[in-house]
């Protein structure tokens, strides 16, 4: 005798998967890091008004800061080619003027660095290296860097 078909049975089907539920939310991507932009939007968009505003938090007042392509003003250095350097300028009382140089070699804030500084308008007698062996560089820690280097000339605070 056939065997009769059970309820069971006969609506055998394969089980069915739970559809797949969409992802909650998509990840967002990162918005691109400042130091992405190209360099001289960089420096004049973003680290040169921070610069400022952290000098102006050491008490430094009219402070002129300018981003230009030009000689390195050291003594020696005449023939070089032109560079980019943020150029900051101000007066410090007593008919002394302060000016200080951040050179960018390799056009690039991770690159090549280097710093000078001169008074009462004269040339600067020195390049110095600027945090060549540091392997990140980004706008906080460019702004703290160089308000370190003026802090060691103590040219913002006196001891």
Known sequence: MPEEP??????????AKPEAKPEAKAKKEKPPALEDKPFPDFIQQD????????????GIQGIELAFEKKKIN??????????????????????????FNLYFFD???SGKKGFSYAESGGKASTLESFRIDERKSDL???VFWTLQRLDAQKWLIRN
Do not use: H, M
């Open 6 to 15: 059970t309820p069971d049975s006969v609506n055998e089907q394969p089980e």
């Open 47 to 58: 680290f040169i008004p921070a610069l400022k505003a952290g000098l102006e938090n050491q």
């Open 74 to 99: 050291v003594i020696g250095f005449s023939q070089s080619p032109d560079c980019w350097q943020v150029v900051g300028v101000w007066d410090s009382g007593y008919k002394q003027t302060r000016e």
């Open 107 to 109: 056009e690039t804030i």
């Open 140 to 142: 906080g820690l460019l």
